[in-house]
Nanobody
Framework: QVQLVESGGGLVQPGGSLRLSCAASGRFFSIYSMGWYRQAPGKEREFVAHITWSGDTTRYADSAKGRFTISIDNAKNTVYLQMNSLKPEDTAVYYC???????????????WGQGTQVTVSS
C-alpha cells in the first residue's frame, strides 16, 4: 500500500512563509517525479509545481514562480514546497502527487496525498 502524507500547512499572515513536506511510503520500485497541486474553495484543483526525482528539472505555475521553491530529499522519499511572500489568494488545500514506478522499465502511476490546509490571512 502506498501513502503520501503531507505536513506543514497552517495559518500564516500575508507576506509570511510556510514549508510543506510530503513523504512517500509503501511498496514501490522507485519514484519518477513528485509535485504539488492546490484547490481553493469554489475553484478547480490547479497545478503548482513539479520536480523530477533526479531534481534536475522543475516546473512552476506562473502564480508560484519567484515565490515558491520545490525540492526533494531522495533518501527520505520526500518532496518539499517552500512558500515565501504568501498572499491571501494562496489560501487553499495543497495536495502532493507522486508518480511511482512498480517495476524496472514499467510505467509510472500517480498517487495523491490527502491534502494540507494553507490559510493566508491577517
Amino acid at each position: 500500500q502506498v501513502q503520501l502524507v503531507e505536513s506543514g500547512g497552517g495559518l500564516v499572515q500575508p507576506g509570511g512563509s510556510l514549508r510543506l513536506s510530503c513523504a512517500a511510503s509503501g511498496r514501490f520500485f522507485s519514484i519518477y517525479s513528485m509535485g504539488w497541486y492546490r484547490q481553493a474553495p469554489g475553484k478547480e484543483r490547479e497545478f503548482v509545481a513539479h520536480i523530477t526525482w533526479s531534481g534536475d528539472t522543475t516546473r512552476y505555475a506562473d502564480s508560484a514562480k519567484g515565490r515558491f521553491t520545490i525540492s526533494i530529499d531522495n533518501a527520505k522519499n520526500t518532496v518539499y514546497l517552500q512558500m515565501n511572500s504568501l498572499k491571501p489568494e494562496d489560501t487553499a488545500v495543497y495536495y502532493c502527487t507522486g508518480d511511482l514506478l512498480f517495476s524496472s522499465g514499467g510505467g509510472h502511476f500517480r498517487y495523491w496525498g490527502q491534502g494540507t490546509q494553507v490559510t493566508v490571512s491577517s
